[in-house]
């Protein structure tokens, strides 16, 4: 069994390299006669063992500046509310959003909150979304739906002022009572309306709040703005109603979406906006990944060049080491930005120092006459001294700026943290790569010279 | 082993050369701020067919756009002005499309409120004064003394103050802009100036643990001798790297990976030359007092 101590190794490596295949790569080829024709996917894992249900897809997230897509940021107006409920108003805000923009099929946003001093923010980040306009109509409107009935109840009031300014008593039915709000269309001029499911209570309070405005207008607002004014023809008990405005389809849709994920506590307001093209990230993308390709290649002639047969080893390690963060950013998943990319590339240059270290030292060992597996073993241990603590260093200036307890008097915002958190990733699988890997290739393939090991 | 500390005096000269010069130019240079700074729009049109640049300066000028740079190229447009909203934007739009008859499309629209870039400056400057603090602890901690400790975070600003010096200088002469892709390079030029220093402060303190804290002055030296091949070496392989980025990386990164090739440079170079004597002189005063 000479080789069996390289089967789990090998196994281990065709499953990393599995991972960390590209998406959709379409492979068409001929060899002589017979066609090759493919398409290449990454690891998916999809089972059910004993009930639990994994699944895992490995493919890469792209942030905002790679894929493109609209970056916003809304403040909250706090000024009437109460100190002790701020916080809990803008977390609130934060989920509805989220759920708004979840409803209306964004993949992948990213809703977060900011505080900065005195004033709250809410940022929202939409890959993919390019019209900005109609992700902030959809996002910053608050939805308070209101049922409104005529002011006084003796009909004073001159009859040549607008129905809706006459609409000023609060019927006390609105958006909580509602159950489910969807679009329907006008079975007879074919447009399209909002319908209205009440909750069993809303059903009741529909149903008094008809009974006393039979012939009157009831007013239906969003926002105190009305949105439509039908007069009752008879008490409604089914606990069903239908906004009918001059609506698009897509008004409608956006409308339905807003009452059924609530009424935002706190109104806000656009401050920031950003609309990255994708075609800017894509050109971007693909020509740092051919520098950066071409920037490791030159590494890894030049370790192969210095230090020769170790320099191989550190090459394999250093490959081994590009796969399995990459692997990380998959599994975890790590949203990948411009700067996110930039820590990585340092963790890199940070990989190969830990290997030059190890080298050094165990050349240091060689000089001083010990044979080479002494000197392995008192090489590697020396250097870990320093590659723990310079690794460890770097971890403690990432963590800090990753600002995992998300405090407010440290940077909140995506870019500082991404790449934060990839030189963390990169720091962290270095360093297990520098003391486990390396040391396994050293065993598997290094030949002293002149055969001796 | 070769007394590279007999040159302390050079390698003084040479920093405080870059360092002045540095300061110099942010003084009477300044620096360029982006719009993450001071706020404003950022916005980027490809126009096609391609018009002529008189034609599209007219429109836009037409439209009362408070612009501080124009750029007309031969695919679109590029400017930047105080914040625009979405209206002023459509009808910049609408306007080019209709009197040139081509097809305008949005390549980048960024709109900030200059509040957040002082928040975020503000912000990015406690979280590395705290990172510093957690360096000088871990540091005191891990080599048993303030001394090391103290020489790296004084190499550190050393490294800080290069960077920012020459970026003011790129800043004056090739367009660099200060943003926040600038603060994370020079985030991480902070890491790695420590992060390379505590390599030959390890050798030292192996030696104070093997050969006593005899004489720092020749320990210092045998060290310096020992890691220089894999300072240069490392740093060699990182400049590799960030050379294949400066030179073909696209151009939104440019000025950043330029930084932080500067970073490695000076954070290579401080570690030997600069940390290195001042832990000698810290070590030597507390031998006499």
Not at chain 2, 50 to 63: H, L, P, Q, S, Y
Not at chain 2, 223 to 252: D, P, Y
Request: glycine share 8%; proline share 3%; with cysteine.
């Amino acid at each position: 069994m000479k080789y069996s101590k390289y089967i789990l190794p090998v196994v281990a490596f065709v499953v990393l390299v599995w991972m960390c295949l590209p998406e959709n790569m379409h492979v068409k080829f001929q060899v002589q006669k017979s066609k090759v024709d493919f398409t290449i996917q990454p690891l998916s894992i999809n089972l059910n063992l004993f009930g639990w249900t994994i699944k895992k897809d490995f493919r890469t997230k792209l942030g905002l500046d790679l894929k493109g897509g609209s970056h916003l940021v809304f403040e909250a107006d706090i000024s009437r509310l109460k100190a002790e409920d701020t916080n809990d108003a803008i977390l609130a805000s934060r989920d509805i959003i989220e759920k708004r923009v979840n409803l209306f099929g964004v993949s992948e946003p990213v809703v977060q909150t900011l505080r900065l001093g005195k004033t709250y923010r809410i940022s929202v980040d939409l890959p993919g979304v390019e019209d900005v306009s109609q992700a902030v109509g959809l996002i910053g409107q608050t939805a308070q739906l209101r049922f409104m009935e005529i002011g006084s109840a003796d009909g004073k009031i001159a009859t040549n002022t607008p129905l809706i300014y006459q609409l000023t008593k609060y019927t006390g039915l609105g958006g909580t009572d509602v159950k489910k709000a969807s679009v329907v269309f006008d079975p007879q001029t074919g447009k399209p309306q909002v319908s209205l499911q009440f909750t069993a209570k809303g059903g009741e309070l529909f149903g008094t709040v008809t009974e006393r405005n039979v012939g009157k207008p009831v007013g239906i607002f969003l926002d105190s703005f009305p949105i439509s004014a039908p007069v009752v023809q008879q008490k409604i008990t089914e606990g069903n109603a239908v906004i009918s405005g001059n609506f698009t389809t897509e008004e409608a849709k956006q409308l339905s979406v807003s009452i059924n994920s609530g009424a935002l506590p706190v109104p806000i307001k656009l401050v920031e906006q950003r609309n990255i093209g994708p075609s800017l990230g894509a050109t971007e993308i693909q020509k740092s990944v051919v520098a950066g390709a071409i920037g490791l290649v030159m590494v890894l002639l030049f370790m192969v060049g210095y230090y020769g047969q170790l320099g191989v080893i550190a090459a394999m390690a250093l490959i081994i080491y590009g796969l399995l963060s990459f692997a990380m950013f998959r599994a975890i998943p790590v949203v990948l930005t411009l700067p996110g990319v930039a820590g990585f590339i340092l963790s890199i240059g940070m990989a190969v120092d830990s290997n030059i270290l190890i080298f050094e030292r165990i050349k240091e060992e060689q000089r001083k006459g010990k044979s080479f597996d002494i000197a392995v073993r008192l090489g590697f241990g020396r250097a870990i001294d320093a590659i723990k603590d310079a690794n460890i260093t770097t971890l403690t200036v990432a963590f800090i700026l990753f600002n995992p307890m998300n405090w407010e008097f440290l940077p909140q915002f995506g870019m500082v943290r991404g790449f934060a958190l990839t030189l963390a990733i990169g720091v962290a699988m270095s360093l297990f790569t520098g003391v486990v890997i390396t040391r396994r290739l050293i065993d598997l393939f290094y030949h002293a010279p002149g055969g001796k090991k | 082993m070769i007394n590279f500390l007999k040159y302390t005096w050079l390698y003084s000269l040479i920093s405080a050369l870059v360092i002045l010069s540095g300061i110099v130019s942010i003084v009477t240079f300044g620096f360029r701020y982006s719009i993450d700074f001071v706020g404003g729009t950022n916005l980027e049109y490809s126009i096609s067919p391609v018009a002529t640049k008189d034609a599209v300066k007219k429109i836009v000028d037409g439209e009362k756009i408070n612009y501080s740079s124009l750029e007309i190229t031969k695919t679109g447009l590029f400017l930047k002005s105080k914040p625009m909203d979405e209206q002023q934007e459509l009808r910049l739009r609408t306007r080019l499309q209709r009197q040139l008859s081509a097809k305008v499309s949005i390549q980048r629209f960024e709109t900030v409120g200059p509040v957040l870039g002082r928040e975020t400056l503000q912000k990015t400057l406690i979280a590395s004064l705290l990172a510093t603090l957690g360096i000088l602890a871990y540091m005191s901690f891990a080599f048993k003394g303030f001394n090391f400790a103290f020489a790296a975070i004084l190499a550190m600003i050393h490294d800080f103050l290069v960077v920012i010096g020459t970026y003011s200088i790129f800043s004056r002469f090739f367009g660099a802009e200060l943003d926040t892709m600038f603060v994370t390079a020079v985030l991480t030029t902070m890491s790695f100036s420590v992060h390379d220093t505590i390599v030959i402060f390890d050798k030292i303190r192996e030696y104070f643990k093997y050969e006593g804290k005899g004489d720092i002055h020749h320990l210092a030296n045998k060290a310096l001798t020992e890691t220089m091949v894999r300072s240069l070496n490392n740093s060699m392989t990182i400049i590799f790297m960030l050379l294949a980025l400066t030179l073909m990386g696209g151009a939104t990164i440019r000025f950043f990976v330029l930084t932080l090739l500067v970073g490695t440079v000076t954070g290579t170079y401080s570690s030997p030359f600069i940390a290195t004597p001042i832990l000698v002189w810290l070590e030597q005063r507390k031998k006499k007092s």
